[in-house]
């Protein structure tokens, strides 16, 4: 894929791609945090993603808190999008290979999107002191995946440090486990 239509085709479906993964992703990360489903925001997620979801829903339906039809449609997305690479590269990808590469992208996904999201909580937390609700999704989304590191590291003079540790676990998650997982997808190219 050499030409500049090619790239620009190829951008765009990375670009579809990504943002379906990324919307459903979120939705799975709303029902796992409890988010309040009577948001603006979260209501338009929940009905964007209802076409997609549904389907696996069928098959695998939520259990509690944790929408596991949001990732299933996820991660297919991620494989057809694999696959798809591989037919317009001219690439024979191994079953393996495509299911490992599905699996890192959606790992990076989630890890990204929960590091992005206690960024902004940490900034709208200086910024903003009133309640606002469509800004209160953050704070809703990141409560609790802080709250265990915010037990382990109460506030030290008025300042909360467990964002800095949960970032950083974050991280290390992306390149010890999803890097690990990558690494091994790599050997089988």
Do not use: Y
């Not at 791609?17 to 939705?27: E, H, Y």
């Not at 925001?41 to 696996?56: E, L, R, Y």
């Amino acid at each position: 894929m050499g030409s500049p239509v090619d790239q620009a085709g190829l951008f765009l479906l990375q670009f579809i791609a990504g943002l379906v993964i990324f919307v459903l992703v979120l939705r799975f990360l709303i029902r796992a945090t409890h988010t309040d489903w009577r948001n603006q925001i979260v209501m338009f997620i929940a009905k964007v993603t209802n076409p997609v979801c549904k389907p696996f829903a069928l098959v695998l339906p939520s259990k509690g808190r944790w929408d596991w039809a949001a990732l299933a449609a996820a991660f297919s997305v991620q494989v057809l999008f694999v696959i798809l690479i591989g037919w317009l590269t001219n690439r024979d990808f191994g079953i393996a290979l495509i299911l490992l590469s599905a699996l890192t992208e959606i790992l990076n996904v989630l890890l990204d999107m929960v590091f992005w999201l206690i960024i902004i909580q940490i900034i709208l937390s200086w910024l903003v002191q009133n309640h606002n609700p469509n800004l209160d999704i953050f704070r809703q989304l990141t409560a609790p995946i802080l709250a265990p590191f915010q037990r382990m590291i109460p506030p030290m003079g008025g300042f909360d440090l467990s964002p800095i540790v949960a970032i950083l676990v974050i991280k290390l998650a992306q390149i010890l486990i999803v890097g690990s997982i990558a690494q091994f997808a790599q050997t089988m190219v």
